[in-house]
C-alpha cells in the first residue's frame, strides 16, 4: 500500500521503531503519576497539576526549540533528549519509591521532563523531512502521528497492569528503558541516509511573523490552540470519567486508552492515504472529531463508553494527523522546525492552560460535561475552518525561494 511507503526507507522506520517505544514508556509513567496523584487526593485540579508541570515548558521554550531544530540536525537534539529523558525518569522512580512522596518533588521533576518534551517534540517533527525527503514527506507526516496512537493501543493497558503488579516505581524505570531504546535507534540512523533542509532559492528569510501573516495558515494555527484548550487534554478527562464517574480501576482506565488508541490509528492510516492535504482538509477531519466527542459524552455506563471509545480515538487520530501534515506542507523545508514550534506551542504548549480549565469542569461537573464542551468547540472551529481558510490555498505570504 502506498500510505506505508515511508517504512521503505531504514532511517523512517528506525525513527517510528523508537518513537512507538518511548511513547508507550510514557504512558506508564503518566498512568502510574496520575493513579498516584489522583489516590493521594481524590482532586481533577491537583491531578491537572501534573499536566501543567509537563507542559508549561512547552509553551515557555516551543519557539526556541523550533530555532534550534533549524539550525543543528534535530537526529542530534533527540539523541540527547532520550538520555535526559532517561535520567529524569529515574529521578522520578526515586521520589515515587518514598513511602510519602511529596508533590512538589513530582511537580518540579516533572517540570524538567517537561522541558526536555519541548525541545523534543518539535525535533521529531522537523526530522521527518530529513527521513523520507520531499516526495513521501506528507504521508509520512501523518504516518508519523500514528506511532504515538499505536503506543497508546498497548501502553495505557500494559501500565495498568505492570502499575497494578509492580507499582508505581517500575512504571518510571520502564520509560527510562524505553527512551534508551528510542535513543539506540536514532544512533543506528546514518548520517549519510538523511535529507539536507536546503534553502530553496534565494529568495528573504522565512520570520514567525510570516505565518502569522498567512491567511491558511493562521487558520490552522488558530484552530490548533482553540482545539488544545477546549477539546483535547484526554489523559486527565478519560481518566476522570473511569475512576470519578463510573468508579473504575487502573485496569479500566488503561482499557479505555488502548481502545480509544485503536480508533486513533485507523484515523491516521485514513489521513496518512490522502494523497494531497490543505488546510481546508480540517472541515472534514474536525466535524468527525466533533461527533465522536459527542457520542463519548452520552455513554450512560462504563461498557458503553468502552464501547464507543475507539470512535473518539478515530477522531483525534483524523483530526491530528490532516493537522500536522498540513502544516508542514505549508512550510519551506527550511523553515519546518519554526513552523511546526507554533503547532507544538498551540498544542502542547496549551495543554496546562486547558488542563486547568478541564480540572475545574470536571470537578464541578463531571467528565462528560467536558467532552460535550469539546464537542461544541471542534464544531465551531469546522464552521472557522470553512468559512476562513482560502479555497485555493491562496493568500500565502511565507516566502519559498
Known amino acids: 500500500m502506498g500510505v506505508f511507503r515511508p517504512f521503505r526507507q531504514r532511517s523512517f522506520s528506525l525513527f517510528f521503531t523508537g518513537q512507538v517505544a518511548s511513547n508507550v514508556g510514557l504512558w506508564f509513567q503518566n498512568l502510574a503519576l496520575q493513579l498516584v496523584v489522583l489516590g493521594a487526593t481524590g482532586s481533577a485540579q491537583a491531578l491537572s497539576g501534573v499536566t501543567v508541570a509537563q507542559f508549561l515548558p512547552i509553551f515557555l521554550l516551543g519557539v526556541p526549540a523550533g530555532r534550534l531544530a533549524d539550525r543543528i540536525r534535530p537526529r542530534t537534539i533527540l539523541i540527547v533528549t532520550s538520555i535526559l529523558a532517561a535520567c529524569v525518569a529515574v529521578c522520578v522512580a526515586f521520589v515515587v519509591a518514598g513511602d510519602d512522596p511529596q508533590l512538589w518533588q513530582i511537580y518540579a521533576l516533572i517540570g524538567v521532563f517537561g522541558t526536555v518534551q519541548a525541545f523534543e517534540r518539535v525535533a521529531g517533527q522537523t526530522i521527518i523531512y530529513e527521513l523520507v525527503g520531499p516526495k513521501t514527506h506528507p504521508g509520512a507526516v501523518s504516518i508519523s502521528t500514528i506511532a504515538i496512537a499505536a503506543a497508546r493501543s498497548v501502553g495505557p493497558g500494559l501500565a495498568g497492569l505492570a502499575f497494578q503488579a509492580l507499582g508505581a516505581p517500575a512504571c518510571m524505570l520502564l520509560n527510562a528503558a524505553s527512551y534508551l531504546l528510542a535513543g539506540t535507534m536514532l544512533l543506528l540512523i546514518r548520517r549519510r541516509d538523511l535529507h539536507a533542509r536546503v534553502t530553496r532559492g534565494s529568495g528573504p528569510a522565512v520570520r514567525l511573523t510570516d505565518f502569522l501573516r498567512d491567511r491558511s495558515i493562521s487558520t490552522l494555527l488558530i484552530v ?4 488544545a484548550l477546549f477539546a483535547l487534554n484526554f489523559g486527565l478527562v478519560l481518566t476522570s470519567i473511569v475512576d470519578l464517574s463510573f468508579g473504575g480501576d487502573a485496569a479500566s482506565v488503561g482499557f479505555v486508552h488502548a481502545l ?16 494531497a492535504i490543505g488546510v481546508r482538509s480540517l472541515i472534514v477531519a474536525l466535524a468527525v472529531f466533533s461527533g465522536a466527542l459527542f457520542v463519548n459524552a452520552a455513554a450512560p455506563t462504563l461498557g458503553v463508553f468502552l464501547a464507543v471509545s475507539p470512535l473518539l480515538g478515530f477522531g483525534i487520530g483524523c483530526y491530528q494527523g490532516v493537522l500536522n501534515a498540513a502544516a508542514q506542507s505549508s512550510a519551506p523545508p527550511e523553515a519546518i522546525g519554526r513552523l511546526m514550534s507554533l503547532v507544538t506551542l498551540g498544542n502542547f504548549g496549551m495543554t496546562p492552560f486547558g488542563a486547568l480549565f478541564m480540572g475545574w469542569v470536571i470537578d464541578a461537573s463531571s467528565g462528560r460535561v467536558s467532552l460535550l464542551v469539546g464537542g461544541l468547540t471542534a464544531l465551531l472551529c469546522t464552521v472557522f475552518v470553512a468559512l476562513r481558510a482560502p479555497r485555493d490555498g491562496g493568500g500565502r505570504t511565507v516566502p519559498h525561494g
Open 260 to 275: 480509544n488508541a485503536v480508533g486513533a490509528i485507523a484515523g491516521g492510516i485514513l489521513a496518512a492515504a490522502r494523497p
Open 224 to 227: 490548533n490552540v482553540v482545539i
